[in-house]
């Protein structure tokens, strides 16, 4: 009788250990994927940020003297540098 409870207790928590086993599997999948997926989004976002602030930059000058320099180096000029290209160039 005795014998009986204790396997009967054992398969239980073997059941109860597989199950948590196959629950943190799960978990650590998902945690896997939203990882990579937040990865996704952030480079996405950087792309999407650099492709908008490129053309903005580029075409920012007053009379054409900024304007396309950088574009086949690849290089953003900040926007000080350009109010600083156009300050020098008033006066």
């Given at each position: 009788m005795q014998n009986q409870l204790m396997n009967k207790s054992i398969a239980e928590l073997k059941k109860k250990d597989k199950a948590l086993q196959d629950e943190n599997t799960l978990l650590?999948?998902?945690?896997?994927?939203?990882?990579?997926?937040?990865?996704?989004?952030?480079?996405?976002?950087?792309?999407?940020?650099?492709?908008?602030s490129v053309p903005q930059l580029l075409s920012s000058g007053e009379h054409g003297e900024v304007e396309g320099q950088s574009q086949s180096a690849n290089a953003v000029i900040p926007p000080w540098m350009?109010?600083?290209?156009?300050?020098s160039n008033r006066g």
């Amino acid at each position: 009788m005795q014998n009986q409870l204790m396997n009967k207790s054992i398969a239980e928590l073997k059941k109860k250990d597989k199950a948590l086993q196959d629950e943190n599997t799960l978990l650590l999948k998902k945690i896997k994927e939203e990882k990579e997926l937040s990865q996704k989004l952030q480079q996405e976002q950087n792309h999407d940020i650099i492709s908008s602030s490129v053309p903005q930059l580029l075409s920012s000058g007053e009379h054409g003297e900024v304007e396309g320099q950088s574009q086949s180096a690849n290089a953003v000029i900040p926007p000080w540098m350009i109010n600083h290209l156009h300050e020098s160039n008033r006066g």
